[in-house]
């Protein structure tokens, strides 16, 4: 795959991550990826210039340049990009990481000779430890999945879904990392106001989350087995659980979750 060509439209800190990541693992040649972004957005490219990426503020000139092409753009400006490559596409894999845009939608926005694929990545990408799904759209095979298992496989977690469980999935896992930075931030506050050193109390906060999160994944074992492990009779931590139970933890994060998702059904229509 070092070899593919790759066009980035976008370039903000969802595409420049993926194209950090997918460099940095070898995964793609820095000289085989081209982003393009607005003359007025020029700064965004740098990052990826340094890495020796090509730049460009034509979008036509990275689609022309590219095998796969990523739609890193934010949803709304999604049909603004597209009037100009509507049906100028020459059989190149279309990657969309636009929320709440359907491929039905993204084929209509851009026309014939694309193979689309959808994708839903989170921020994580950033460091490797992300949480992408996708689906395959009009056009796309096989072979088209195997490439897109690759390129975010190498930058966290990979899985391939129904395109009917993608909002779902961006309820839980796409907007997922801001609640995770909401309950970080308040463990440490807790932990300064009991009298921890703030570097301290954050570090503590996120490794205990980063711990969890592992045993999880590396033990598939179920969370609740998991966390009736770390409570003793009497304890601390049953203390700590009844409090979270008495404040509504879980049917405040079940709604968390319903709220993005359905959002993002919202976006789509």
């Given at each position: 795959m070092s070899s593919m060509k790759?066009?980035?439209?976008?370039?903000?800190?969802?595409?420049?991550?993926?194209?950090?990541?997918?460099?940095?693992?070898?995964?793609?040649?820095?000289?085989?990826?081209?982003?393009?972004?607005?003359?007025?957005?020029?700064?965004?490219?740098?990052?990826?210039?340094?890495?020796?990426?090509?730049?460009?503020?034509?979008?036509?000139?990275?689609?022309?340049?590219?095998?796969?092409?990523?739609?890193?753009?934010?949803?709304?400006?999604?049909?603004?990009?597209?009037?100009?490559?509507?049906?100028?596409?020459?059989?190149?894999?279309?990657?969309?990481?636009?929320?709440?845009?359907?491929?039905?939608?993204?084929?209509?926005?851009?026309?014939?000779?694309?193979?689309f694929v959808r994708a839903m990545p989170n921020t994580a990408v950033t460091v490797g430890e992300g949480a992408t799904v996708y689906c395959l759209g009009e056009g796309a095979?096989?072979?088209?999945?195997?490439?897109?298992?690759?390129?975010?496989?190498?930058?966290?977690?990979?899985?391939?879904?129904?395109?009917?469980?993608?909002?779902?999935?961006?309820?839980v896992s796409g907007s997922g990392p801001a609640y995770m930075y909401l309950i970080l931030e308040a463990m440490a506050d807790e932990g300064v106001r009991q009298g921890l050193e703030r570097n301290i109390s954050y570090s503590l906060a996120a490794q205990t989350m980063v711990g969890a999160g592992r045993m999880v994944l590396d033990t598939g074992t179920h969370p609740g087995v998991l966390k009736d492990e770390v409570t003793s009779p009497g304890g601390s931590t049953i203390a700590a659980l009844r409090a979270l139970e008495l404040g509504g933890l879980r049917g405040i994060m079940m709604s968390a979750v319903s709220a993005a998702s359905d959002r993002c059904r919202d976006m789509n229509k």
């Open positions: 790759v066009g980035i439209i976008g370039a903000g800190k969802m595409a420049g991550a993926l194209v950090q990541g997918w460099v940095g693992k070898g995964v793609v040649a820095a000289n085989q990826v081209m982003a393009s972004v607005p003359e007025k957005d020029a700064k965004l490219l740098k990052p990826l210039q340094d890495l020796g990426c090509l730049a460009t503020n034509d979008n036509m000139e990275a689609v022309s340049f590219a095998d796969v092409v990523v739609l890193g753009v934010k949803p709304g400006v999604v049909p603004f990009v597209a009037k100009d490559l509507h049906n100028k596409g020459k059989g190149q894999l279309l990657i969309s990481v636009a929320a709440g845009i359907d491929t039905k939608k993204i084929q209509q926005y851009f026309g014939s000779d694309w193979r095979g096989q072979a088209d999945g195997q490439i897109v298992q690759k390129l975010f496989s190498s930058v966290g977690f990979c899985e391939r879904v129904q395109e009917g469980q993608i909002d779902a999935v961006t309820g």
